[in-house]
């Protein structure tokens, strides 16, 4: 027999952005605990609102599942004495294992005690592991109440444990456990029973609580377009957004505002930022992507007054946007250009200067970039001058007063503000895809001037940094370099950019003054740093760890790392493939420490040191023409493989015997050019 099982945590109201997270924690922590017991279950969920995070546990067994063990103690010969009687170390084993002399099992020599443990009783076992489960949940920031020897993210204000339709009694931060939860707070404050665990849902529903997370997303989704297409127009849902709206209601009803079409004058991301990023509103937008004078917001409650409850947020948003008319009326009484002197004022990091030096740094780097980028002096003539121009004006919206209140549209008001100005589109464009990827999933700069400016910006935030011995450790990344350092290496993966890692350290370097000891440590550091990036990138794209690991060693062209990864792991998946690394890595354990030198064909003695030679610039061949060079690799592996076979590569003769470590060492090069071959693991 099974029964069903419900845990509920009341609460004060979580933050919203702590909830997912809660559910998963319970969810995993739960299923482990439940494990660890040999409990057994059919299915297992969380669901939770603001208020209250539930645990669901379907067809939960009455009982642990029993268990058979054998343990092996000590000899016969010391178990027993000559006349079959148990020693004191036979007899001390079979206390131990809870059970008498006489029933341990004799075999091969020693002696066995076998224990059969008959499960507990479930309801025994939840009234001890549910507090332990509530609390095991990881928190952030959580804390005390009164003199309470206990933690939460917020004050438990009542219980609900139910296995079947009796509740399992336990006590925690002085609330005892029981069947009785809590309705929404205005709609219905009443508490509420629940008989068991399947009436759960529709228990909440009847006092107004929609605890489904998806099925609550669903709502607010449908009542969103429903309400935009009243007001004409589509309601621009984002997941970030919709998330957070999510948790924080627990009966959702989506309604509409309005404010004054003026406002619309302004630039979108003026009006969207406060109404989206302040006010989690959703903007509505027109068939032609324009912005309309509406809003959608989503109350915790019914349908009542809900032209009291727009009318509060229209006035609350009116008040931001004034705000945002305000800043940016006394933003364009001056340039964009003239913003920028001000930057002077404005530290940058500690010990790096002024925010107007970055500018002139990135200046020089992004040239630089450029110069690499361009594929020839014409195109370089052409992006050069609007390379500088977007990284002179890069940072000067920092200082501007929409900037100052609206942190969230740097970059974009630069953008703005530079159009204004009659700056070329290309260099406003730029100045807003610095800052590309902004978060996880966010576009990557797609402009040449964007890309460039944004590789500079980053590349100097990383050195610069560093320089100061403020890498990131742990959780702690204050300056989010974890961030940049990731945005850096997918942008240059989209590229296919064929920009060096060590060139971009190198100029930074040059640009900070550093001395060339610390130059040296800051190529080493910013190496490692990026190459844990890239492990993630490899490791999302599904790459094997030890094909990780071989082609990582060499992280310079971050580009061609997952392209290398790609390669080495078709290669691993031809005919033949344990063969072939075998010989690869025969290759390196010989030449790996040998020096490099010009390899003389009159030199050589055996047919297959000349085969060699031309299988290995076969390969050579391929790679350069950008061709296919599997099968050049395969049959440069068979070259190796005779050549072994033939010759003594530790020849008497000091020439050949060099000549011979010499074509080796300029294989193993080439080989290294993609993986480390000695770090893959053969089946």
Request: proline letters at 3%; a negative charge; glycine letters at 8%.
């Given at each position: 027999?099974?029964?069903?099982?419900?845990?509920?945590?009341?609460?004060?109201?979580?933050?919203?952005?702590?909830?997912?997270?809660?559910?998963?924690?319970?969810?995993?922590?739960?299923?482990?605990?439940?494990?660890?017991?040999?409990?057994?279950?059919?299915?297992?969920?969380?669901?939770?609102?603001?208020?209250?995070?539930?645990?669901?546990?379907?067809?939960?067994?009455?009982?642990?599942e029993d268990v058979s063990t054998e343990t092996r103690g000590p000899s016969v010969a010391i178990a027993f004495d000559a006349e079959g009687n148990p020693t004191k170390a036979g007899a001390g084993f079979a206390r131990g294992q809870g059970i008498e002399p006489s029933a341990l099992i004799q075999r091969d020599g020693y002696v066995y005690a076998a224990v059969h443990e008959k499960g507990a009783e479930t309801a025994q076992l939840l009234t001890e592991m549910l507090p332990e489960l509530i609390r095991a949940i990881p928190l952030p920031n959580s804390m005390r109440w009164g003199d309470l020897d206990f933690r939460f993210i917020r004050p438990i204000r009542w219980l609900v444990a139910l296995y079947g339709t009796d509740v399992v009694p336990f006590t925690l931060a002085n609330v005892t456990s029981g069947n009785t939860s809590r309705g929404h707070r205005t709609l219905a404050p009443q508490d509420f029973v629940i008989a068991s665990p399947a009436d759960y849902e529709a228990a909440c529903e009847k006092a107004y609580i929609i605890v489904d997370p998806e099925r609550r997303r669903a709502m607010i989704c449908e009542q969103i377009v429903a309400v935009a297409q009243e007001c004409g127009g589509t309601a621009e849902i984002t997941p970030d957004l919709l998330e957070e709206v999510l948790y924080l209601v627990e009966y959702p009803t989506a309604l509409s505002g309005a404010f004054e079409e003026k406002y619309l004058a302004l630039p979108a991301e003026t009006v969207i930022t406060p109404m989206r990023d302040h006010q989690r509103y959703f903007p509505v937008k027109a068939a032609d992507g324009s912005l309309l004078p509406v809003f959608i917001t989503v109350r915790n409650g019914g349908k009542e007054h809900l032209d009291v409850v727009a009318h509060g947020n229209e006035r609350v948003l009116r008040a931001r946007l004034a705000d945002a008319q305000f800043f940016f009326d006394e933003d364009r009484k001056k340039s964009l250009a003239e913003h920028r002197e001000k930057l002077r004022t404005v530290v940058f990091q500690q010990g790096l200067g002024s925010m107007y030096e970055k500018t002139e740094r990135l200046m020089e780097l992004v040239t630089a970039i450029v110069e690499d980028l361009a594929p020839d002096a014409a195109a370089y003539e052409a992006m050069e001058p609007d390379a500088r121009r977007a990284a002179e004006l890069s940072k000067a919206d920092l200082v501007t007063g929409m900037v100052t209140e609206f942190t969230e549209l740097q970059g974009i008001m630069g953008r703005e503000y530079a159009l204004l100005d009659g700056e070329k589109p290309e260099v406003a464009r730029a100045i807003d895809e610095q800052y590309m990827p902004r978060f996880a999933g966010d576009?990557?700069?797609?402009?040449?001037?964007?890309?460039?400016?944004?590789?500079?910006?980053?590349?100097?935030?990383?050195?610069?940094?560093?320089?100061?011995?403020?890498?990131?450790?742990?959780?702690?990344?204050?300056?989010?370099?974890?961030?940049?350092?990731?945005?850096?290496?997918?942008?240059?993966?989209?590229?296919?950019?064929?920009?060096?890692?060590?060139?971009?350290?190198?100029?930074?370097?040059?640009?900070?003054?550093?001395?060339?000891?610390?130059?040296?440590k800051m190529q080493v550091y910013v190496a490692d740093f990026i190459r844990l990036r890239l492990k993630n990138v490899l490791t999302e794209r599904g790459v094997?760890?030890?094909?990780?690991?071989?082609?990582?060693?060499?992280?310079?062209?971050?580009?061609?790392?997952?392209?290398?990864?790609?390669?080495?792991?078709?290669?691993?998946?031809?005919?033949?493939?344990?063969?072939?690394?075998?010989?690869?890595?025969?290759?390196?354990?010989?030449?790996?420490?040998?020096?490099?030198?010009?390899?003389?064909?009159?030199?050589?003695?055996?047919?297959?040191?000349?085969?060699?030679?031309?299988?290995?610039?076969?390969?050579?061949?391929?790679?350069?023409?950008?061709?296919d060079s599997l099968a050049a690799e395969q049959a440069l592996a068979k070259a190796i493989n005779a050549f072994f076979d033939a010759v003594m590569v530790m020849d008497k003769d000091e020439r050949v015997r060099a000549n011979r470590l010499a074509l080796l060492k300029a294989i193993d090069n080439y080989l290294l050019q993609t993986a480390n071959y000695s770090k893959i693991v053969l089946g």
């Open positions: 027999m099974s029964k069903d099982l419900l845990l509920e945590i009341g609460t004060e109201e979580v933050p919203a952005h702590v909830m997912p997270h809660l559910l998963a924690d319970l969810k995993r922590l739960a299923g482990d605990m439940l494990a660890a017991r040999r409990i057994a279950y059919e299915s297992l969920r969380t669901i939770g609102t603001p208020r209250r995070s539930a645990l669901l546990v379907t067809g939960l067994a009455e009982r642990q576009e990557l700069p797609q402009s040449d001037l964007g890309f460039a400016l944004s590789v500079a910006d980053k590349v100097d935030n990383i050195v610069g940094t560093f320089s100061q011995g403020r890498i990131p450790t742990g959780s702690q990344d204050p300056f989010a370099l974890r961030r940049q350092a990731l945005g850096l290496v997918l942008m240059l993966i989209e590229r296919e950019s064929g920009l060096l890692l060590g060139d971009l350290v190198e100029e930074a370097c040059d640009l900070y003054d550093l001395d060339m000891s610390l130059c040296q094997r760890y030890d094909v990780q690991e071989a082609v990582l060693t060499d992280v310079d062209c971050v580009a061609d790392v997952p392209v290398r990864a790609a390669y080495v792991e078709r290669l691993l998946a031809s005919d033949g493939a344990d063969a072939l690394v075998q010989s690869f890595v025969r290759v390196g354990n010989i030449a790996r420490a040998a020096e490099t030198g010009n390899v003389d064909s009159a030199l050589f003695a055996a047919q297959e040191e000349g085969e060699l030679l031309s299988a290995y610039e076969n390969a050579v061949t391929a790679r350069a023409e950008g061709a």
